[in-house]
């Protein structure tokens, strides 16, 4: 079946550092693939919409400047946090769904996730 | 849309009990939704999905319900197993389009031994 990996799994940095987070559709081609965040205990918070090719759509109170996002192939969609700090800590998912575009049809994929400690 | 919690709702059952997990939506225009699982340190895995021009939908052990009157789904697991614990997340969207999905704030399934 439809499989989303992320890369890497945990990381642990210095304030002020950059942190580049990569979603990969391993068995399929993604046009759109979604970034969300989970902080303990509570639900997933859509952030950001990757368009491969085009501009990524940020929801409402998400830094565009903070947290880029590169959709520059079919299959790989990027998630930079910018000089990151604290309270940028958080578990970040990306999820795609399977085939090119997407409809109300089918249901997203989502990755393992990605652990992000900022000390 | 929904608004999220600060703690996560627990439901406690033994092993060999049948579960309901119940989920509340905001959006009376959404038309489709999807509960997902998640285990700890990993991403959410579907389970079932159900549209809104249907009330009920089975799958292996589960079984979606939905209620659009109040806006009301369940998940109901049969002869729930210490595999099942985990985060159970509903999700809801519309307009065809699942960028707009949006979960509800999730519980916490612990099976018993």
């Known amino acids: 079946g439809a499989v989303v990996s992320q890369h890497p799994s945990w990381v642990i940095c210095k304030s002020g550092t950059s942190v580049k987070i990569e979603c990969r559709s391993l068995?399929?081609?993604?046009?759109?693939m979604f970034w969300y965040r989970q902080f303990p205990k509570q639900s997933l918070m859509l952030m950001a919409t990757?368009?491969?090719?085009?501009?990524?759509?940020?929801e409402q109170g998400v830094e565009k400047d903070k947290f880029l996002i590169n959709h520059a192939s079919l299959t790989l969609s990027t998630l930079t946090v910018t000089s990151a700090h604290p309270e940028d800590s958080s578990f970040y998912i990306c999820?795609?769904?399977?085939?090119?575009?997407?409809?109300?049809?089918?249901?997203?994929?989502f990755g393992d996730g990605t652990r992000l400690s900022i000390l | 849309g929904e608004s999220v919690g600060l703690h996560l709702p627990t439901l406690s059952v033994q092993e060999g009990d049948n579960s309901i997990i119940n989920c509340a939506y905001s959006?009376?225009?959404?038309?489709?939704f999807i509960w997902y699982k998640q285990e700890s340190g990993k991403g959410p895995q579907f389970i079932i999905d159900?549209?809104?021009?249907?009330d009920k939908r089975q799958g292996q052990r589960v079984t979606v319900l939905l209620n659009k009157t109040v806006k009301h789904l369940s998940l109901q697991i049969a002869a729930t197993q210490p595999g099942d614990s985990a985060v159970y997340f509903c999700?809801?969207?519309?307009?065809?389009?699942?960028?707009?999905?949006?979960f509800g704030k999730g519980t916490k399934l612990s099976v018993k031994p």
């Open positions: 999820s795609a769904p399977p085939g090119q575009g997407y409809s109300s049809n089918q249901p997203q994929h």
């Open positions: 959006n009376s225009a959404s038309d489709y």
């Open positions: 159900i549209r809104s021009n249907m």
């Open positions: 999700a809801e969207t519309h307009g065809g389009s699942q960028g707009n999905l949006i």
């Open positions: 990757s368009n491969e090719g085009s501009k990524a759509t940020y």
């Open positions: 068995d399929f081609q993604a046009t759109t």
